[in-house]
Nanobody, 115 residues
Framework: QVQLVESGGGLVQAGGSLRLSCAASGSSASIRAMGWYRQAPGKERELVADITSGGSASYADSAKGRFTISRDNARNTVYLQMNSMKLEDTAVYYC?????????WGQGTQVTVSS
């Protein structure tokens, strides 16, 4: 079992920045990809960004150029730096960890962008 604990959500003004963190604990060896999804009210959960254990990152089009995902394998922690935030970034952000054949999820952290 892997436990994921997210932190760093909150309220930010449009144009501002937030950094999310997600720390994995438990049987966290051999975690492959880690990343972030988000779910806005009335919408489906969508992938924001993910990163492999080797550091290869990918981003949703909505995140490219504004968000940066990074990972500290020694700490089993993944980060999401969000800059130039927009109202439409408001959502609950969920961290995930891929430890084949299992996918683990964090509890979610609320991010609210105000005008």
């Amino acid at each position: 079992q892997v436990q994921l604990v997210e932190s760093g959500g909150g309220l930010v003004q449009a144009g501002g920045s937030l950094r999310l963190s997600c720390a994995a604990s438990g049987s966290s060896a051999s975690i492959r990809a880690m990343g972030w999804y988000r779910q806005a009210p009335g919408k489906e959960r969508e992938l924001v960004a993910d990163i492999t254990s080797g550091g290869s990152a990918s981003y949703a089009d909505s995140a490219k150029g504004r968000f940066t995902i990074s990972r500290d394998n020694a700490r089993n922690t993944v980060y999401l730096q969000m800059n130039s935030m927009k109202l439409e970034d408001t959502a609950v952000y969920y961290c995930y960890a891929d430890q084949f054949p299992h996918i683990y999820w964090g509890q979610g952290t609320q991010v609210t962008v105000s005008s």
